[in-house]
C-alpha cells in the first residue's frame, strides 16, 4: 500500500522482519501494562502505571455504520478483505455488509 497511514498494521508491523517482545493493544492498553509489569516483569503491584487509551470514557455521537453508510457493499467487502489480517490479528468483529 504506498501511503503508510492507510496500511495494515500487518505489513507495517512486519512480524517476520522485527521480533517485538510484546505488543500492547491500545483498547486495553491498561489491563496489558499491568500484566507486562506485574506478571513478566516483575514489578510490584503496589506500583501503578496509570494509562488510558482516549478511546476511554469517549461516547460516540455516531456509529461506525453510519461513517460507512455511503460506501457500497462492493467496496466495503474490498476493505474488510484487504484489512482481514488485522481485523483477525486484535480480534475485531465486523458486521457482514
Not at 503496589?46 to 478511546?55: G, Y
Not at 453508510?69 to 482481514?84: D, G
Amino acid at each position: 500500500m504506498p501511503n503508510s497511514h492507510w496500511m495494515t498494521y500487518t505489513e507495517n508491523c512486519n512480524p517476520c522482519r522485527m521480533r517485538p517482545d510484546y505488543i500492547l493493544k491500545l483498547e486495553t492498553v491498561q489491563e496489558e501494562i499491568n500484566h507486562l509489569f506485574h506478571h513478566v516483569l516483575g514489578f510490584p503491584e503496589n506500583i501503578s502505571f496509570p494509562v488510558r487509551h482516549r478511546s476511554v470514557g469517549h461516547s460516540l455521537e455516531r456509529s461506525d455504520r453510519q461513517y460507512y453508510a455511503n460506501v457500497s457493499p462492493e467496496l466495503m467487502q474490498n476493505i474488510l478483505h484487504i484489512y482481514r489480517h488485522d481485523f483477525a490479528l486484535f480480534g475485531y468483529k465486523h458486521d457482514v455488509y
